[in-house]
Nanobody, 114 residues
Framework: QVQLVESGGGLVQPGESLRLSCAAS??????YGWYRQASGNERESVAG???????NYTNSVKGRFTISRDNARNTVYLQMNSLKPEDTAVYYC??????????WGKGTLVTVSS
């Protein structure tokens, strides 16, 4: 059974940093990603990383966010620097298995406010 456990969300001031973690269990995945959903908005892709280490980012976070993974721990991270109020959202971990099945975490809230 696949389980995704996210952690690291919280309340920070603009310009500060947070690191999100997503620990996966139950399988080895070929792709890991982070999505976010702000109140009233659709869920959007933030960043993704393949098992081989190839990454992609949405334009609004390039240069500020870094996605990484620890294959030994089956864990993916999202380092978020220079946070802005518009980064406020629920952040979801997303993984894709080798058979193209997608799983979602329950989400962790990030609030950026002064």
């Amino acid at each position: 059974q696949v389980q995704l456990v996210e952690s690291g969300g919280g309340l920070v001031q603009p310009g500060e940093s947070l690191r999100l973690s997503c620990a996966a269990s139950g399988s080895i995945f070929r792709f890991y990603g982070w999505y976010r959903q702000a109140s009233g908005n659709e869920r959007e892709s933030v960043a993704g990383i393949s098992r081989g280490g190839l990454t992609n980012y949405t334009n609004s976070v390039k240069g500020r966010f870094t996605i990484s993974r620890d294959n030994a721990r089956n864990t993916v991270y999202l380092q978020m620097n220079s946070l802005k109020p518009e980064d406020t959202a629920v952040y979801y971990c997303n993984v894709e298995s080798a058979s193209n099945v997608i799983f979602w975490g329950k989400g962790t809230l990030v609030t950026v406010s002064s």
